[in-house]
């Protein structure tokens, strides 16, 4: 069964604190993405990893950086964490950059007092 | 400008019957994907559905299925036999030929099927 992890599920941070989401994916997948979740917005991607160490911004970087040392793990990491990055983050993955279909985490909702 | 658009913000039907979402795209690409995705209350967000854009067939998986009008830039998502558990926010997504880096999604469709 195919599966993408997110840890933690929810997370309280005060503004100017880092925050580190995981994510992590058992499908030996070469891309994986971050995206947040706004109400009325949709989805809206931050970053693209297409392998280990090979990463690219998105719609929304400003504010976020990830890492990618395994294939099958994927971080998103907010420093000096502001209020208006309270939302609900998904991670997502695929086979390649060609394929189509993503497969989607559980996502994390982040609060930033 | 938004790519993907569903103006629908909500549709409550009754169980059994059908329903249809809205979607529609604007790209400039001879060649792109269109995509249907279903976030369940728990926040799960799960794959329906895909059309190819230089595939005249309408898509059709399970009680799913797809109404592609390309002269109209539209993209519906027709679900038959409605289920109290096919209530969801639905999404729609577009992936252009010239950029598989990004997946536009729509706001999203809340349906509530009642019993």
């Known amino acids: 069964d195919m599966k993408v992890t997110q840890m933690p599920r929810y997370l309280i941070k005060r503004m100017g604190e880092n925050v580190l989401l995981e994510c992590g994916q058992d499908?030996?997948?070469?891309?994986m993405y971050w995206y947040r979740q706004d109400p009325g917005l949709g989805l809206q991607l931050i970053y693209i990893s297409y392998d280990v160490d090979s990463n690219s911004e998105g719609d929304i970087p400003k504010g976020y950086r990830v890492s990618r040392k395994k294939r099958e793990h994927f971080s998103l990491i907010l420093d000096s964490a502001k209020t208006n990055q309270t939302s609900v983050y998904f991670c997502?993955?695929?086979?390649?950059?060609?394929?189509?279909?993503?497969?989607f985490g559980p996502g994390t909702r982040l609060t930033v007092l | 400008a938004q790519k993907v658009t569903q103006t629908q913000t909500s549709i409550s039907v009754m169980e059994k019957t059908t329903v249809t979402m809205d979607c529609v795209y604007e790209t400039q690409d001879s060649s792109y994907f269109l995509f249907w995705y279903k976030q369940t209350a728990s926040g799960e967000i799960v794959f329906l559905i895909r059309q190819d854009s230089y595939k005249k067939e309408n898509a059709t998986v399970g009680h799913y299925s797809l109404n592609f009008q390309k002269p109209k830039s539209s993209i519906g998502l027709i679900i038959t036999a409605t289920q109290i558990e096919d209530s969801a926010v639905y999404f729609c997504a577009m992936r252009e030929g010239s950029n598989y880096n990004v997946l536009y999604f729509g706001s999203g469709t809340k349906l509530t099927v009642e019993p």
């Open positions: 499908m030996s997948h070469e891309t």
């Open positions: 997502a993955s695929s086979w390649d950059r060609g394929t189509l279909e993503q497969y």
